[in-house]
């Protein structure tokens, strides 16, 4: 069993590997098909002897689970199908006596229409201070919607509803959004976050976080082809507006609140999709948010040039306001990089099923990026059942398929589900372990996957599972893998990204098509491909003592 981690309380978080669990795709303890807070109670074992340093639990609230859970209709309980708020404050304690913390999802941006608050607002009718707390307009003279605003999942950003208004929602139609000018709306979440720093929680990935604050004179977005653009372009009446950068101030100061207790800071990390560096570094100077997802590198191909440019942007950037970079390469979002590293890189974020697909090349690829965002400066991330290689499912039949972006998109668009399939723990066969007896979870996972379960994975010393051991604790014990700078080797040859970290380490990886020579004077603490004759592979990675 790996030893809970060592690191000084104040600033664990800036070099902590996070792990994402997907609830009600990770373990289902009850055997109803959807994962739940005892089954990933059953399974922080498995997570502390992984070696990650934290846990961030997507939204585990009560919800009708019409965007999966992030369409929250009440932020201080548990969805039943999940369990109770006793499971959840067992869930804190147990992570934290085996070293692991807690971090738990916030989504500010809009709540479910089945949260009290825009019942109330349906109910009360035009003109109520009960729908000044969202965004309800009436039509334009021509009855058109207020704006041209798209909704990220299809289909236009209003709602109409009975008595003629439009609510606002930039993502699922059953999510209206907050009117964050509303002093309810601020002191509703001020309070919510205290509701779950008091019950022990670490921290809060905060959803959509680019996103709460509005121009409230409503302009329409620019258009591309004649469309409206989803491009989040300076100057978005919804995007990356000023007044957000308030609202993390407000919440930082309530983490730091609770400083000197014997638990820590509690901490922020912030999703928002934003290019370049420059604009995302906002959101982490001094007190704003502690830390944001850099999705830069999801993003990038397979290329060394093209890697090093986004590394170089993102660190650089960051440092200058004093934050660690925070580096993730799959989550419930994305196409899981296994699949993504094994297509052609032009095509490499298509659409499920809609591009050939080189399992074993994504395979080599996506273990030697394991090695590459481990030991890169700062955090990072792995979303659950990475570590084990697991690929993106996009044969799911269109009958089980969930994603709002399904239904919004006139069956046109897939969405997110193929990243989604629960968890395989053990067995040769469907449900592999993820819960009691014979009953099928929520999204069928594919017949192939018994080499691919965690129990499978234990006991192959060449697999993924063994790889992201290794990895963890190595990173915990070279001095060199913390949040310290790094430095290009730059007489590295071209298509190979090699860089050494302060004290004695490397880190080369070959994106190019041969073989290279390694010094002669290291020693291989790690690779994620055998050597041949001494050099590394193509596609690999490796970590060196110098």
Known sequence: MTEPSTRPVDDWWRSAVVYQVYPRSFSDANGD???????????????????????????WYPSPLLDGGYDVADYRDINPMFGTLADADALIEEAHALGLRILIDLVPNHCSWEHPWFKAALAAGKGSPERDRFWFRDSLPNGQPPTNWPSAFGGPAWQQIDDGQWYLHLFDNSQPDWNWDHP?????????????FDRGVDGFRIDVADSMAKDATLPDVSLHNGEPTHEKYVGHPYYDQPGVHLIHQRWRAIADEYADTPQGPRVFVAEAWLSPAERLAQYVRQHELHSAFNFDVLQCPWDAKALRDVIDHTTENLWAVGAPATWVLSNHDTIRHRTRYGRDQREALAPAGTVATDLELGRRRARAAALLELALPGGAYVYQGDELGLPEVEDLPEEVLDDPTWRRSGHSRRGRDGCRVPVPWSGSEPPYGFGPGEGQPWLPQPADWAPLTAEAEASDPESHLALYRAALRVRREQEALGEGRMTWDEDAPAGVLSFTRDPGFRCVVNLGEQTIELPDSAEVLLSSEPLVDGKLPADASVWLQV
Do not use: H, Q
């Not at 309810?184 to 779950?196: G, K, M, P, Q, T």
């Open 33 to 59: 098909g959807t994962g739940d807070v005892t089954g990933i109670r059953a399974r922080l074992p498995y997570l502390a002897d992984l070696g990650v340093d934290a846990i961030w639990i997507s939204p």
């Open 184 to 196: 309810d709306v601020i002191a509703e979440f001020d309070s919510i976050l205290r509701f779950w």
